[in-house]
């Protein structure tokens, strides 16, 4: 199972992101790293079905509500007051760890049916 996170709108304060789940894997020609690589064209259809073309092939997918949404957090450290002659143990009074939520997920676009070939 592959998952792969978009983002879906910034109307609210905090951005909202969905998963894309794949059944199978992705993997790239030659063994390649796929990170950063654009990969497909997801699209909807007037009725709100997801379309998939990945390479020549096309897979149509439901949008469905996660159970428990997700919280995605990036981990901050905030140093207050940093001296040159500063020990170390007073370095460590000072510095304080803060988790800033970046977006939520609660909704996951699932592509679980085997992908059929575009012909012309």
Not at 13 to 40: P, R, S, T, V, Y
Request: net charge positive.
């Amino acid at each position: 199972m592959v998952q792969i996170f978009i983002k879906t709108s910034e109307d609210t304060g905090i951005n909202e992101w969905a998963i894309i789940e794949l059944q199978g894997d992705l993997e790239c020609e030659n063994g390649k790293d796929i990170n950063g690589k654009f990969m497909a064209d997801l699209f909807f259809n007037k009725d709100g079905t997801p379309i998939l073309i990945l390479g020549h092939h096309v897979m149509y997918g439901k949008v469905c509500n996660l159970e428990k949404p997700m919280v995605l957090i990036k981990k901050h450290k905030k140093v207050n007051g940093i001296d040159d002659g500063m020990q170390l143990d007073d370095m460590k009074e000072k510095s304080k760890t803060e988790y800033l939520v970046k977006s939520v997920i609660k909704k996951k676009i699932l592509f679980n049916k085997r992908p059929k070939p575009i012909v012309f």
